[in-house]
T-cell receptor, first 117, second 115 residues
């Protein structure tokens, strides 16, 4: 069965701290895709990144970086030098190429990040 | 470029009333999704369409919910009659193509309150 687990319900940090959001997934597909979305207090869902199961290269975009490890079925998200504007709920999601989810997004429960000044 | 547009942004209505939520996907996108978000259940997929055809409606809670996509640029989600437990944020999302490797892009959501 497919599943996404974000064990951290809430995280609170002080501005300029680094913070890592954990994501662990389960799937039987050999081809799948992983996503991160951000939901700021205003409520919209913003797409951040997609990763393919066959590409384990880590990715960096400004202060954001993602670490994908198939061996541990994890796709963790790190924010370096956090800022107040990073305060949001972050969702990790899985999409399978061939599995029972039929290509839909399976979301984790989300991690609420609060960055205090 | 215009993103996914949902209307209304907020809806407050009394129990028993019909509610219609609207969505305009990103132009050129082939797949459209309706989600519901609540504190208890998180984000749940209700239904999705590929090329205007409903593919999976197994997430629709019950017969009170219905969704249509009469053309590539418009979809509706209707609740009739509405109940207080339907109160939630409803998101519409669209995706380029029908393949699972493409990201879904979400609208701003409709915050629905049933009194």
């Amino acid at each position: 069965a497919q599943k996404v687990t974000q064990a951290q319900t809430e995280i609170s940090v002080v501005e300029k701290e680094d913070v890592t959001l954990d994501c662990v997934y389960e799937t039987r597909d050999t081809t799948y895709y992983l996503f991160w979305y951000k939901q700021p207090p205003s409520g919209e869902l913003v797409f951040l990144i997609r990763r393919n199961s066959f590409d384990e290269q880590n990715e960096i975009s400004g202060r954001y970086s993602w670490n994908f490890q198939k061996s541990t079925s994890s796709f963790n998200f790190t924010i370096t030098a956090s800022q107040v504007v990073d305060s949001a709920v972050y969702f990790c999601a899985l999409s399978e190429a061939y599995g029972g989810s039929q290509g839909n997004l399976i979301f984790g429960k989300g991690t609420k990040l609060s960055v205090k000044p | 470029d215009a993103g996914v547009i949902q209307s209304p942004r907020h809806e407050v209505t009394e129990m028993g009333q019909e509610v219609t939520l609207r969505c305009k996907p990103i132009s050129g996108h082939n797949s459209l999704f309706w989600y519901r978000q609540t504190m208890m259940r998180g984000l749940e997929l209700l239904i999705y369409f590929n090329n205007n055809v409903p593919i999976d409606d197994s997430g629709m809670p019950e017969d009170r919910f219905s969704a249509k996509m009469p053309n590539a640029s418009f979809s509706t989600l209707k609740i009739q009659p509405s109940e207080p437990r339907d109160s939630a944020v409803y998101f519409c999302a669209s995706r380029a193509g029908t393949r699972s490797n493409q990201p879904q892009h979400f609208g701003d959501g409709t915050r629905l309150s049933i009194l």
